[in-house]
């Protein structure tokens, strides 16, 4: 049996004894996809599977796709959710090009999620929906059912009629209709758990934990349609075999399965604690970055104050208040929102104060595509303000590196007394990986310096805007004896804080607050080469979440001899300040991006480099084998 451990956690040392029958065949990976009605619990379901695979010390990351609507059209193509993981005992960087198996709860999910499945790999479809009506709302021609016209014929079909099977098992129950069909999806992943050799154990537990207390009904009925899926595929025939994928060989330690948003929090939770200061964080929700708030509400007990704010504009100015009054003022949005606090943000710029500005990108302009991923933000978090109003840009490489990027916002805010944009997507915030538990005495020491109490004859020549060699002010908190100093978002002269309209001011202003935004460059690591060379024909370029993909085809192109070398960014504003000579070291530099190509343009103004782009807008990440072909493409291009 698996040791467990609290919040899904596992000691990877630990030994798993799995009895195997003769007919088990060994993977090195798996990749398989849920898709049903946004109301069938496809992401419960993804999500349950994921944990009980990371207990089992598989590598995994997943991708859940969902509709924008709160409750979309039932049985619509635009209405399907779905759920993809890939887990392996090997490292496992993306969630798979195509599936190995497709878990379909209607014909609608069939329609919108066949085409990533591989030829040859297995399609589980519930029959029950694929009856006229699903196939008419599916919009099938003439109501034509897929799982009968032959067009499946080049996968392996498993045709179940789930819901009749729920009824079946609940029949002895008192539960009413809603309440059976709701618990199909356990029946479902069931099945799967006996198709892969997963335990049904931590799926059992979270149930009881869940409604054990005040529906202990509810608990028992999932309980039993689950070992109900399990124990049909044990006992009908319709497998050819079980397949088995043993444990990854990663470092040991105490790992968890957790999201991009839920290690965001901790990275925060983590930051204040380290710093011995209280964090305040001020929201208005908004998809993909509403967990955020949610997931910080749970820690007050470690001086977390959550506000969910009536708009955009007041939940960002909340945060600097926070930042002005001493705490760590954090805001969050995406891009829409994003633009709304433009000016706050500006204003926080001209304060010098510490503030966090969490943006979870979605896919296009205005409202776009909620829950859809992109990268189109970047030049929104560079430039995206009235007047020249330089903040510092990080990027995350992935769900587990949340946390240390989230540190660092912080840290880097509170040394330098500036605004830090953290620029995370859907894809990152909504995915999961397995993440290695971090040591306190680990992580790094954040240095805040206060403006402490004057008499009444050091307060008249007190100056809050008086800096240090690198332009950092001390942090004046309110109240403190001494120190009454003004604030305000009109242009402020040097050193007195005073209003002023002196062009020469403003140009000394203007030249220090870009100034002091550069010297972070000396208070975050070099760029560093991920694999390869650090000098050579070409480099791949990658920032956000392009890590996993790129990462898995230049370790392919190696692999077949090409001079490729991936570097991946993630502190964008102001870059490291070796960047330049390592992009200069090589002969081209490639850049994937989910967007137009605004890494491109940043690379190319700055450093004259003629970057070469390669560009996905579609609201999903690039897949391995696209992206392989399209840097093979410019591989064999000449040289721009």
């Given amino acids: 049996m698996v040791k467990k451990v609290n919040f899904g956690r ?28 946004s109301g069938d619990g496809m992401q419960l379901t993804g999500s349950l599977f994921t944990n009980t695979t990371a207990l089992l010390g598989n590598d995994l990351r997943t991708l859940p796709e969902f509709p924008a609507e709160i409750r979309a059209p039932q049985g619509t193509v635009p209405g399907v959710s779905s759920f993809q993981l890939q887990f392996g005992s090997r490292e496992i960087l993306t969630p798979g090009d195509e599936c190995d198996a497709l878990v379909v709860m209607n014909s609608a999910a069939l329609k919108a999620n066949l085409s990533l499945l591989k030829k040859g790999g297995t399609i589980i479809a519930n029959t029950a929906g694929f009856d006229k009506k699903n196939l008419s709302l599916a919009k099938y021609p003439d109501g034509v059912n897929p799982l009968e016209d032959g067009s499946l014929s080049e996968y392996e079909v498993i045709k179940i009629d789930v819901s009749k099977l729920v009824k079946e098992a ?64 044990e006992t009908v025939e319709l497998f050819n075999s079980r397949v088995t994928v043993k444990q990854a060989e990663l470092q040991p330690g105490e790992y968890r399965n957790i999201t991009g948003n839920e290690a965001l929090v901790l990275g925060l939770v983590a930051a204040a604690r380290k710093s011995n200061m209280p964090l305040f964080f001020g929201s208005y929700p908004i998809t ?37 009054g001493g705490s760590i003022g954090v805001t969050s949005s995406s891009g829409p929102g994003i633009a709304l606090k433009g000016e706050a943000i500006g204003l926080a710029v001209m304060l010098e104060l510490p503030l966090i500005v ?65 620029l995370s997507d859907g894809y990152i915030a909504n995915g999961s990986e397995p993440w290695k538990f971090p040591k306190s005495d680990d992580l790094a020491e954040i240095n805040v310096a206060f403006e402490g109490p004057r008499t009444d004859e050091d307060s008249a020549t007190f100056m809050p805007y008086s800096r240090d060699e690198r332009l950092v002010r001390k942090w004046a908190i309110p109240g403190t004896e001494g120190i009454e100093h003004r604030v305000g978002g009109l242009e402020k002269e040097d050193g007195t804080g005073n209003v002023s309209y ?46 996993g993909s790129i990462r898995t085809v230049v370790h392919q192109l190696r692999k077949e001899g090409h001079d490729v070398s991936h570097a ?56 391995v084998a696209e992206l392989k072909e399209a840097i093979e493409s410019k591989l064999a291009a000449e040289i721009l």
């Fill in 568 to 623: 991946h960014l993630r502190y964008i504003n102001p870059f490291p300040k070796n960047f330049e000579a390592l992009l200069k070291g090589f002969d081209r530099v490639i850049v994937p991006e989910i967007n137009d190509g605004q890494l491109v343009r940043l690379i190319r103004s700055e450093f004259n480099i003629p970057a070469i782009p390669i560009n996905k807008v579609k609201g999903r990440p690039f897949g």
């Fill in 10 to 37: 596992t000691n990877f040392n630990t030994h798993l004894i799995q009895i195997m029958s003769t007919k088990d065949q060994i993977r090195e990976d798996v990749t398989i996809r849920f898709a049903g009605d």
């Fill in 170 to 233: 609940l029949s002895d129950t008192d539960l009413g209709y809603k309440d059976i069909e709701r618990s199909k999806n356990m029946f479902v992943l069931g099945l799967l758990y006996w198709m892969y050799n997963r335990p049904l154990d931590s799926t059992i537990d979270f149930l009881q934990q869940k409604f054990g207390k005040k529906k202990p009904e509810i608990a028992a009925a999932n309980i039993n349609v689950l070992k109900a899926g399990f124990f049909y595929g």
């Fill in 358 to 422: 969490l943006n979870v990108q979605r896919a296009g302009p205005s409202t776009g595509m909620p829950t859809k991923t992109e990268q189109a933000d970047l030049m929104q978090a560079v430039y995206g303000r009235n007047g020249e109003s330089p903040l510092v840009v990080l990027a995350p490489k992935s769900p587990a590196d949340c946390f240390e990027m989230a540190f660092e916002a912080v840290r880097i805010s509170l040394e330098h007394m500036i605004p830090v944009m953290f």
């Fill in 288 to 324: 993909p970055a509403s967990d955020v708030l949610h997931g910080l509400a749970a820690h007050k007990k470690f001086g977390i104050t959550t506000f969910q704010a009536e708009d955009e504009i007041a939940a960002v100015s909340s945060a600097i208040g926070a930042s002005f």
């Fill in 502 to 547: 002196d062009p020469d001011n403003h140009q000394k202003m203007t030249n220090i607050r870009r100034q002091k935004r550069d010297n972070v460059a000396f208070n975050i690591p070099e760029q560093t080469i991920d694999q390869g060379v650090t000098s050579g024909d070409t480099l791949v370029l990658g920032w956000g979440g392009t890590y």
